[in-house]
């Protein structure tokens, strides 16, 4: 069974920091472009960072820049996102998702999702 399953989501003061985890099983993400997602309730679905996946190309929203990292583990089968600086509108549940090809895809694009996981940043 293909599957993504994502960690390491919990609840941060503003300021702090989590890192993120996307795990596959069932497959290798070797040849797969990994983005994640966030949606906060009652707001649209939103794109926070893509990986290629060879590592060499990274994007992200510019709400997000300079605080989120993106990279990935091959070897792990792992996606991360390190996130620092997390403000209060940050907060939403976080996806991953797998395109098959080196390139990021367009949002509406992704072949696997995860089920997420809850970063709440509040004091």
């Known amino acids: 069974q293909l599957q993504l399953v994502e960690s390491g989501g919990g609840l941060v003061q503003p300021g702090g920091s989590l890192r993120l985890s996307c795990a596959a099983s069932?497959?290798?993400?070797?040849?797969?472009?990994i983005g994640w997602f966030r949606q906060a309730p009652g707001k649209e679905r939103e794109g926070v960072s893509c990986?290629?996946?060879?590592?060499?190309?990274?994007n992200y929203a510019d709400s997000v820049k300079g605080r989120f990292t993106i990279s990935r583990d091959n070897a792990k089968n792992t996606v991360y996102l390190q996130m620092n600086s997390l403000k209060p509108e940050d907060t939403a549940v976080y996806y991953c998702?797998?395109?098959?090809?080196?390139?990021?895809?367009?949002?509406?694009?992704?072949?696997?999702w995860g089920q997420g996981t809850q970063v709440t940043v509040s004091s």
């Open positions: 998702a797998a395109r098959a090809g080196s390139s990021c895809p367009g949002a509406n694009e992704y072949d696997y």
């Open positions: 990986i290629s996946s060879s590592g060499g190309s990274t």
């Open positions: 069932g497959f290798t993400l070797d040849y797969y472009a």
